[in-house]
């Protein structure tokens, strides 16, 4: 069964340093979302790209996060410079097209700042 | 404001027994909604959905109830299972498909055996 892959699966990053995640999602599927989970809450969007179209991302901190997915396949996810409040799972899914409504989540990136 | 309710953080059931989770929601614009499962250290896996044009939607031992009116839903797990101890989201959807679900904060299953 496909999934969705996501590196790496735990960071510790120093606050003020950057960090990456990436995520691959599963093969064809065009629409691409970076979720953040906060311990406690339920994920949260950061950023939506349809192919390699940034479609939503209202909610990204633009100040120090940035996603890209440059050939509509996989994305990555930077933070610079990196804070405490950013500890938390961030989670990429990915969805077939355009009119489905299920989303397919990969494993996570559990980070923590110190 | 939180669009998607989940009021109940933790459920504790017998195995065997019947678990139902519960999720309300405020917004009347929502036309799809879906149960996701979560273990620890893994991501979300999708479950169940039902659309807002049904009232029911089965799936196995998983069944999902929609109240339109009383903007509410539930998730009835029958029989439950000790595998079936985990996080259950409750997400929604509007507008179109293809658009970030909104989710609830969970609701932790334990089902004892």
């Known amino acids: 069964e496909a999934e969705v892959a996501q590196s790496p699966r735990y960071k510790i990053t120093e606050k003020s340093q950057a960090v990456a995640f990436w995520c691959d999602p599963i093969?064809?599927?065009?629409?691409l979302y970076w979720y953040r989970q906060i311990l406690g809450q339920g994920p949260e969007l950061l950023v939506q790209?349809?192919?390699?179209?940034?479609?939503?991302d209202s909610q990204l901190p633009k100040d120090r996060f940035s996603a890209e997915r440059l050939k509509g396949v996989d994305s990555t996810l930077k933070i610079q410079p990196a804070e405490l409040g950013d500890s938390a799972m961030y989670l990429c899914?990915?969805?077939?097209?355009?009119?489905?409504?299920?989303?397919?989540f990969g494993p996570g990136t559990r980070l923590t700042v110190t | 404001d939180q669009q998607v309710k989940q009021n109940s953080p933790s459920l504790s059931v017998q195995e065997g027994r019947i678990s139902i989770l519960n999720c309300d929601y405020t917004?009347?614009?929502?036309?799809?909604f879906l149960w996701y499962k979560k273990y620890p250290a893994e991501g979300p896996t999708f479950l169940i959905s039902?659309?807002?044009?049904?009232d029911k939607n089965e799936d196995g031992r998983f069944t999902v109830f929609l109240n339109k009116s009383a903007k509410h839903l539930s998730l009835h797990i029958v029989p439950s299972q000790p595998g079936d101890s985990a996080v259950y989201f409750c997400?929604?959807?509007?507008?179109?498909?293809?658009?970030?679900?909104?989710f609830g904060k969970g609701t932790t299953l334990s089902v004892s055996s």
């Open positions: 039902i659309s807002s044009i049904k």
């Open positions: 790209f349809q192919d390699e179209s940034v479609v939503d």
């Open positions: 917004n009347s614009m929502f036309d799809y």
């Open positions: 899914a990915s969805s077939r097209a355009w009119d489905t409504y299920e989303q397919y």
């Open positions: 093969s064809g599927h065009a629409t």
């Open positions: 997400a929604a959807s509007y507008n179109q498909a293809g658009t970030a679900l909104i």
